[in-house]
C-alpha cells in the first residue's frame, strides 16, 4: 500500500534540492527509530548469537541515519539548524511485540523499504545525463540497499527458526495496519474537530440570522411560545 502511495507521489519527488533533503530527513528519522528498537532488541533477548545480529543491524541503522541526514544537510544547509529533524521515535517495540513479532515486524519493514529504495534509485537513474540527474544520492541508495537486503534475509531465516513464519507475518501485518489507523486517526482528530465546527457553524448561520429578523415585542410583553 506504501508503495502504491510512494508510486502515486513521483511526480512531487526529486522537484528540487530541498524537497529531497527533506525526504532523506525523513528516511534518517526512521533509520534512528529503527537503530533505538535494534538496541532494545540486544540488550533485551536471550539468546547470543540473535544479539549479536541486533547489535550489527543497530550498527548498521545508526550509520544510515548519519549518511542520510549528512546528504539531506548537503543538499540543504538550513536543515542543520532544524532541532525537529532530528527526533526519532521509540516505541520500545520489542518488549510491546515479543521477539518472533518484533522479527516478522521487521522483516516486512526492511523489505519495503528496500523495494522503496529500489524504486527511488531507478526514478534517480533515469534522470542521469539530465539536470536533475542526483549522483550521490543514488549512490547513498545502492549503499544503504546493500544492508537492507542482508536486515530482511536474517530476520526472515531468525523468525522460521523461531515460529511459523507465516501466522507470525500476518499477525505482524495486522498489528502494523492498527497502528497505522490509531496514528492516523491521532494525527487527524484535530483537522476533523475543526472541520466539523465549520460545517456546525455554517449551518448554523441561517438560524443566528432567524432569531436577529424576529420581530421584537413591546417592552413587558413575555414571548409565550
Ligand atoms: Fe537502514
Ligand atoms: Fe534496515
Redesign the pocket.
Known sequence: MRLVFARLLKPFRWRSPRATARMLMAFAR??RS?FFDMMEAANTTSDLSRRAKYLSHAV??NR??QMFSLRAVELDPTLAFDDSVARADFEHLFTRLGETRFLAFVHLG?KR?RAQMVMFRDELAAFEGTARADTKTKALLDA?MV??AV?ESYTREFLSALAPEASELRSARFWELRRGWLRWGAASSGVLFTLTMWTLYVLMAPLALMERMRPQLPSGWRDSR
Do not use: G, I, M, Q
Open positions: 526512521a533509520e529503527s548498521d541503522e544510515h541515519a526492511e523499504a544503504v544492508d537492507e536486515h
